[in-house]
C-alpha cells in the first residue's frame, strides 16, 4: 500500500506549521474539517454490475486513457517489478486483452496522461525511476511509439494537467524540488505548445501554491483550479486561470481545504467537486472527506451539495452519458481502502452500487464504448495489488 504520510498540519494563523524532516511529498497546509450533509438521503440501491475479465493486469498508480478507436492506453505505475514500470500496453475491449505497445524512456508512476487533439498522450511529471524527471514524452496510442515532447521548468508530482480550447497543455502547481518552494508545494505554471513541442513557464504565478488540485476546462475556455495541499498564512479555495490573458483571479469563497477530490462537469455546466481530505485536528491524521461543492461559472460561486453516503478520497470516478458520477472505491479511513461504489446525481444526490470484488486504491477506472466502465489495477489495505480486471455496467 502506498505510504500515507501525513501532510501537514492545519494552517491557522495561531499555528505553525509542522515540518516532517526527510518527507519529499505530501506536505500540506490545509483547513477544515469533514463537513456535513445539507441534503437529504441518498437513494437506496444497489444498482449496476460488474463482469470479471479472465485476464488479469497488475498495476497501481499508473494512467488510463481513453484512445480514439475505443482501447485504452495504461501507461506506467508499479507494475510490481524491482523499479517504476515504463510499460505501454492497450486494452482492447473486443477480445478482453492486454497488448504490450511500447515503453517510455523510463519508468514513472503517479504522473499525468493529457490526450491532446489527435489523440496523442502527453505525458508529464511524476516520479521516474531514473532520468531527468522535468522531461516529457508524447505517446501514440495507436503505435505505442515515443518522442520526447520538451522539459518543464520544474519536476512536478501531483500537478494538474489539462488541454486548453486552442489544444495547448496548461500545466500547473505539484510537489517540486526544482524551485525551493516552501514545503516543496509549487505556484508555478507553464503552458506545453503542440506546435514548438516545448514549455513556457507563465509569468504570472497561482493565488495559492496548490499539490493535488484539480483543474477543470470551463465551456468558457477558462480552467478552474480547486483546491489542493498548500502552505502559507491564508487559503484560497480556488481560482480561475484565462489563457487569453494568461492571468489568476482568486474565486471569493472561504470552503474549507479539499485535496484528491474528483472534479467532474456537471450537464448544466456547473462543475462538481466530490469528496477528497483534508487534515485532522492534530496535524497527523489524514481525513477523507463525503462533502461535495459545485462551482457555478456563471455567477462565480460556489456552494455546498448534498454529499456522498461514505467519505471518499484516492477514488477512481467516471461521469456517464446520463450526467451522474460514479465513484469507485479509494480511502474511507487512514488504514482502510473501500471496496464500496455510490453514484452521485446533481439533482438526486448519492446513491448506493453495487460494489467491487475487493477493496482498492490507486486504480483506474476509465469509458468504455458503449457505457461501460473499465476497472484496472490498484491495491488494497494490506498493500498487495489488486490483479484482477473489472468492467461496469450501470444497468
Known amino acids: 500500500m502506498k505510504a500515507r504520510k501525513p501532510h501537514l498540519l492545519l494552517q491557522q494563523p495561531e499555528r ?17 474539517g469533514g463537513g456535513s450533509n445539507p441534503g437529504g438521503p441518498g437513494t437506496p440501491g444497489p444498482r449496476g454490475s460488474f463482469t470479471v475479465l479472465g485476464s488479469q493486469f497488475i498495476a497501481s498508480q499508473h494512467t488510463a486513457s481513453s484512445a480514439p478507436d475505443g482501447s485504452v492506453v495504461i501507461i506506467g505505475g508499479s507494475r510490481g517489478e524491482s523499479t517504476l514500470s515504463a510499460h505501454i500496453d492497450r486494452f482492447v ?6 497488448v504490450r505497445i511500447g515503453d517510455l524512456a523510463n519508468g514513472r508512476s503517479t504522473h499525468r496522461a493529457t490526450t491532446i487533439t489527435g489523440g496523442a498522450i502527453l505525458v508529464t511529471g511524476g516520479l521516474r525511476s531514473s532520468g531527468n524527471s522535468r522531461e516529457a514524452e508524447l505517446v501514440d496510442p495507436g503505435t505505442g511509439a515515443v518522442r520526447m515532447a520538451g522539459t518543464m521548468s520544474v519536476s512536478r508530482i ?39 513541442q516545448a514549455f513556457r513557464r507563465l509569468s504570472q504565478r497561482m493565488a495559492v501554491p496548490r499539490a493535488a488540485h484539480t483543474a477543470t476546462l470551463l465551456p468558457s475556455g477558462k480552467v478552474l483550479l480547486a483546491g489542493g495541499y498548500s502552505w ?19 474565486v471569493a469563497d472561504n470552503s474549507p481545504a479539499r485535496a484528491s477530490h474528483a472534479a467532474h462537469i456537471a450537464a448544466d455546466g456547473r462543475v462538481l467537486l466530490i469528496g477528497g481530505e483534508t487534515v485532522g485536528a492534530d496535524g497527523l491524521t489524514v481525513v477523507p472527506l463525503a462533502s461535495v461543492l459545485s462551482f457555478d461559472p456563471g455567477s462565480g460561486a460556489l456552494r455546498a451539495q448534498a454529499s456522498l453516503q461514505a467519505p471518499r478520497t484516492w ?39 453495487t460494489a467491487l470484488d475487493t ?11 458503449g457505457g461501460r466502465v473499465l476497472i484496472l489495477g490498484g491495491e488494497g489495505s494490506a498493500g498487495a495489488y489488486r490483479p484482477t480486471v473489472l468492467v461496469y455496467r450501470a444497468s
Open 232 to 250: 502559507g498564512p491564508t487559503y484560497t479555495f480556488a481560482e480561475l486561470f484565462d489563457p487569453a490573458t494568461e492571468t489568476f483571479t482568486p
Open 93 to 98: 475491449p473486443a477480445s478482453s486483452s492486454f
Open 158 to 196: 501531483d500537478h494538474s494537467a489539462v488541454q486548453l480550447a486552442d489544444g495547448r497543455v496548461f500545466v500547473a502547481g505539484g510537489y517540486s524540488t526544482g524551485e525551493r518552494a516552501p514545503l516543496g508545494i509549487s505556484d508555478s505554471a507553464e503552458i506545453w505548445d503542440p506546435a514548438t
Open 359 to 369: 477493496d482498492r486504491a490507486l486504480h483506474t477506472a476509465t469509458l468504455l464504448p
Open 315 to 353: 477514488a477512481a470516478s467516471v461521469r456517464l452519458s446520463s450526467g451522474e458520477v460514479v465513484l469507485f472505491g479509494g480511502q474511507q479511513q487512514m488504514s482502510t481502502y473501500s471496496s464500496t461504489v455510490e453514484s452521485y446525481d446533481p439533482a438526486q444526490g448519492a446513491s448506493v452500487l
Open 16 to 32: 505553525r506549521p509542522l515540518l516532517l524532516a526527510g518527507l519529499l511529498s505530501p506536505i500540506l497546509a490545509a483547513c477544515g
